[in-house]
């Protein structure tokens, strides 16, 4: 296999320059913006909060921001199963004053929540929850705003309560000052995201310590950005060149960038690949015979399915760490991994927080998504060195990547 595959833009990147540009002074412009599920359902929600979108050519967006003045009716908000929708928004919604009720599909009912809104309720946000217990669906309302200050909250479980109340933090009468105060904070590359836009929008974070943020006051200004490549998506592609020995080239790979993605670079040679990068493309060859690791991925866990597909195609046995929090996700990763991998004939140990896999996978079946897109791309770097392997609803890639098939089919044509 020789091939150059271009990755559509980064679903985490277009997100978070979606909530900023919705809450910003001026209309904004972002180009190479992803149009995926996830996308989708947060310009629905900025829209039901009075924002306005429209496309352009290329991925192109222009933003026109929500207005000042507040509204006293109350809005829906449908989250499907995107993680920075049920936890991006609703801060946001109680900082302009509105009513919003928030909804998913049946998996996000599982999805932890309880921080979100136990930090929300301490900012003097009313929280109605309908099923008893603090997940979706519930209703958000702060009739006079946010005054601000300072707020615990434990994101153990999810970087992204952190990410959430950071975005929305600027629109607190005295903006936020916010501490982790959990035994471990996963993920934290995307909060080094989650900063850096805010800097992009003018915003002022300060971090005077590690797991303690400050954030000034005052609406964003407006942005023009492009959004870089997904490196997490992209890593799927890097995967088939490392389980076929073949070379795989990205255009546009940043030289420096936040998202967690861009560890598969590291990852790669440590399975025996050669990585090549200049100015404009990554380049990455597989080797003749993979190598077995040894990784803590607690901070880039979203790579966890196609570095467990990988290592389920090297001899030897390789162990991936420090991933427990994967179990909240849109389905219990490491359980589904588990299932799987067995099915297909691999070696596989679930412990509490990481998975062992101790023999290659070597037989054909079908394999389950769980409503989950990580599972595919796995899936499909498997199915590269298992022939007959069959993929369950694969158009559950779209959540992040509807391109997904037919950039893979053209990789191997």
Known sequence: MDATVTVPGSKS?????LVLAALASEPSVITNSLLSRDTRLMIQALEALGAQFSAGDTGTLRVIPMPAARASDQAEVHCGLAG???????PVA????????????????????APLLGALRALGVEVTTEGGADSLPFTVHAPDGITGGHLTVDASA????VSGLLLAGALFDLGLELEHVGERLPS?????????????????????????????????????????????NAATFIGAALVTGGTVRIPHWPAHTTQA?????????????TVRRDRRTLEVTGPEQLSPVDLDLGQVGELTPVVAAIAACA??????RNIGHLRGHETDRLAALAAELSRIGAGVTEDADALTITAPATRAALWHSYHDHRMVMAGAILGLRVPGLEIENAATVGKTMPEFTELWESMLG
């Open 13 to 17: 990147l277009t997100n978070r320059f």
């Open 84 to 90: 920075t929708v049920m936890r991006f928004v609703p």
């Open 94 to 113: 109680a900082a302009i004053g509105r009513p919003v009720r928030f909804d998913g599909d049946p998996q996000s009912y599982s999805r932890p929540m």
């Open 158 to 161: 999810s970087s992204q309560f």
């Open 188 to 232: 934290r590359p995307h909060i080094d995201m989650t900063v850096e836009t805010m800097a992009d929008a003018g915003i002022i974070v300060s971090q005077p310590e590690p797991n303690r943020w400050v954030v000034e006051p005052g609406r964003p200004r407006g942005l023009e950005v492009t959004v870089e490549p997904d490196l997490s």
């Open 261 to 273: 993605g861009d560890a598969i670079r590291g990852i790669a040679e440590q399975f025996g690949g």
């Open 315 to 320: 001899p030897g046995g390789s162990r991936l």
